[in-house]
């Protein structure tokens, strides 16, 4: 589904994101991205959704070289990956099943079929019964999960996470973390940048460490 076959990204300023980077992400696996502030997990995962491009090597996702992709393909190409941030950039004055709802409107979907998507997504992380709250009202776990449901709502076949639980005490991480098990078991495959060394090896999954801009190891999980 991901495979990076030796990709940098340099910027104009000479600095080097990533240095000859190569892996791949199969079907329905879940990866953590680990490594310290400013090793490049960020600059990988933007790479993924072309908002970067890549200096040298082949990204390919979702069977697309992402190097060949043009401007006009790009927004199709990001539907199809879903992304949830440390900060889930939930819109408190729109309830639950709104801010779900938004990709779809931004997609044109007919309503019935809007409905019907968020609130099978809704119901996927356990929050159909608060569609009709503000985000504020719940809890931060909760709010995370109104952020991966509305990451989920177009069935996207890749899940990108950017520090998902970085705001999370332990119990509400694994929470979250649990939400994104489910997607694995049906197939989707889950690529998440965090640097919870508890968390992540807890969970024992498949963990790639990022050190400067180069992959220092490539651990399998035993999940």
Do not use: W
Request: glycine share 8%.
């Amino acid at each position: 589904m991901i495979t990076f076959d030796k990709v940098s990204k340099r910027y104009s300023d000479g600095e080097e994101a990533l240095s000859n980077i190569s892996f791949e992400i199969g079907k329905g696996e879940l990866a953590f991205i680990n490594g310290h502030s400013g090793a490049g997990k960020s600059t990988l995962l933007k790479l993924i959704l072309a908002m970067e491009e890549p200096s040298s090597g082949q990204l390919i996702a979702n069977g697309v070289n992402l190097g060949k992709l043009s401007r006009a393909k790009i927004p199709f190409h990001r539907r199809q990956i879903g992304t949830v941030f440390q900060d889930h950039q939930l819109l408190y004055d729109r309830s639950v099943f709104d801010n779900v709802a938004l990709p779809l409107e931004i997609c044109g979907f007919q309503a019935s079929e809007s409905r019907r998507r968020v609130r099978a997504a809704l119901d996927k992380v356990g929050l159909l019964k608060k569609e009709r709250s503000n985000p504020e009202s719940l809890s931060g776990g909760e709010q995370q999960r109104v952020g991966i449901a509305r990451a989920v709502v177009n069935r996207p076949s890749i899940i990108l996470a950017d520090e998902p639980t970085g705001n999370l005490d332990p119990e509400l991480s694994a929470e979250v973390m649990a939400v994104f098990e489910q997607f694995k078991s049906v197939g989707v495959s889950l690529l998440v940048a965090s640097h919870d060394t508890a968390l992540i090896e807890k969970l024992n999954y498949r963990i790639l460490t990022l050190d400067d801009g180069k992959l220092i190891s490539d651990i399998p999980g035993g999940a």
